[in-house]
Every structure is written in C-alpha cells, then in structure tokens.
C-alpha cells in the first residue's frame, strides 16, 4: 500500500514577517489550521511539521502534532522538506505550505492520486487568479502550462505577456503551494546545494526542477487559495475563512 504523508515547513525567521506560522487566524496558530486540514487529506499520523524553532515546534506538539527539527541553513521550504524526509519512511511525500490556512484537503488527496499516477513527475497545484488579485503583484507566483498541464515556467511577473491589446489573456494562473514527491527527488534538490539562476531570480523554489529538466504536472485546485504573505495578509485571510464558516 502507498504510503502519502503530508511535511509542512515552517520556519521562524521570515525576514518579511518573523514568526508566521504563530501568528493567529481566528484566535488560532496559523500553524494549526494548515495541520488540521492536512490531517484530513492523509490522517492525523501521517501530518509532520518540519521546523528549526523551539517555538513552533513547542506549539504543534502540544497540540498532538509530530515535529521533525531540521537544521536552521535550509535555502527552501522544499531544502527543508528533503532535510524532514530522511527522519520518515513513506512513498509519497507532500508539500503543504504552512501559510495556507484556506487550502483545501480534497487538493491534498488530488496530489496524491496524480502522484501514484505520474511516480517521475513532481506534481504541483494552480488555481486562478480572482478578479480582486493583481497579475502583477509580486507576491503571487503566475503559472503557464501547456495545454496537457506540464509546467511550462512560473513568475512573479504577469505571464502570459502580450504584445497588443486585443490578444490579452481572459485570466491568470497562480500557483497554489502543494506539491507531491518522492524521496529521491526530494533528495536530488537538496543535492543540488544552492538555487538555480531562474529561481534565485524569481525565489521560486520549483524552478530549480525545471531548469534540471524535470517533469512537472500542474493540476487545479478549487479556487479561493489565500496566503499569508506579510502581515497585512491576515484580515483578508480571516474575512476569507468566516465566509466559509470558519471560527463560528
């Protein structure tokens, strides 16, 4: 039987915004929210937080989540995955970042199935973009793929540009942070000992896989992903969540 478990990394020191996976949504760690739908998607033993900080990992553990402690030197959220997956024996390993609160589990149990489906691709989520979102923020990673799904190049930019007006795209991908591997190509980044020249450009950590020439398979996810990029994020996050009926 295929083993999935589900590693969220969370990291203290974000030079942006220093401890946000603690930060609370709805009186709640952030944390403990993306654990919590995690543990619907793959069950409760089989949700991990990786971290290299006391604090949080005093927090997941008190709430009867397993902690794994990675080293405090990790370039990515996926260095850290890697560091996280030599301490547990599975045959899926998935990437559910900790600052989507919202994120849905159904997509978690989606990037399992396509995952046992596509064992030589690294399997990640888009959604698109709402009409509230701006394609040019550069806190929203676009996504173009081919018309088979295959990641053709993901930015900060807006992307597909256009050269006249008239052939402007209807609408904009976004990446969505969950992500399917397994442990040879966790370790195979990790190898790999630095980031690669686009994703050191654009500090987007899948275009270390691309630019190695990896396959990568896109799949949409249900709309309405949030994330908490900064601290200005969370009354948006929080309206988001007690319009679904959170924290009622």
């Known amino acids: 039987m295929t083993k999935a478990v589900v590693i969220i990394p969370a990291r203290y020191a974000s030079s942006r915004f220093p401890g946000k996976p603690l930060t609370h949504i709805l009186g709640k760690p952030m944390i403990l929210w993306v ?26 553990i008190s709430a009867g989540y397993q902690a794994v402690m990675t080293s405090t030197s990790c370039l990515t959220g996926t260095d850290r995955l890697a560091e996280a997956a030599k301490q547990i024996d599975a045959d899926i390993y ?12 159904k997509d978690i149990i989606r990037a399992v199935e396509l995952k046992k489906q596509n064992m030589d691709s690294i399997i990640n989520g888009y959604c698109w973009l709402s009409q509230t979102e701006d394609p040019n923020s550069v806190d929203i990673p676009k996504v173009i793929t081919t018309e088979s799904d295959q990641l053709v190049y993901m930015s900060r930019g807006a992307i597909p540009s256009f050269k006249a007006a008239k ?26 000992g630095r980031k690669s020249t686009l994703e050191a450009c654009e500090d987007i950590e899948i275009l270390r896989f691309l630019e190695a020439d990896k396959s990568i398979l896109m799949y949409e996810t249900h709309p309405g992903s949030l994330a908490v990029d900064k601290a200005e994020d969370v009354l948006a996050v929080e309206s988001a969540m007690r319009k679904d009926g959170y924290g009622d």
């Not at 654990?35 to 997941?60: C, F, M, P, Q, W």
């Open 167 to 192: 052939d402007a795209p209807t609408g904009y991908k976004k990446q969505v942070c969950i992500y399917a591997f397994t442990k040879e190509e966790l370790l195979w980044f990790s190898d790999f």
């Open 94 to 105: 998935i990437n559910v970042q900790g600052d989507e609160p919202i994120i849905n589990p």
């Open 35 to 60: 654990a919590e739908l995690s543990e619907k998607a793959v069950g409760h033993d089989n949700v991990y937080i990786a971290t290299d900080d006391d604090r949080i990992a005093d927090v997941v």
